[in-house]
């Protein structure tokens, strides 16, 4: 999955496509980090519905590091298993 960088300050019951709440980004092999893709994350309470976005329907709920529902977007890098699917099997962190 490489490394998560989110803003905890966008994540809230608000979806804007042009603000993602979390970066994902995989080393290259110089140890540089390469933005590979973006996750947007809107909290579960325990009775709201997943959303959506781009005609998709948010994953989840997932509860860690806490009770959330998400949508992965592989904007930079291919994903064989489609452009919102929650994992990419071509990304590898070096060695």
């Not at 329907?57 to 977007?73: C, D, I, M, Q, R």
Request: proline content about 14%; some cysteine; charged content about 15%.
């Amino acid at each position: 999955m490489g490394f998560h960088y989110a803003d905890f300050s966008r994540i809230d019951f608000t979806l804007d496509a042009s603000e993602p709440e979390v970066l994902l980004y995989v080393p290259n092999e110089r140890g540089q980090l390469k933005l590979v893709g973006l996750e947007y994350m809107v909290p579960f309470t325990g009775s709201n519905p997943p959303p959506t976005l781009f005609g998709q329907t948010f994953a989840g709920p997932f509860f860690s590091p806490f009770p959330h529902y998400e949508l992965h977007v592989w904007a930079w890098k291919h994903n064989p298993d489609g452009l919102f699917a929650p994992f990419n099997p071509k990304l590898r962190c070096p060695e």
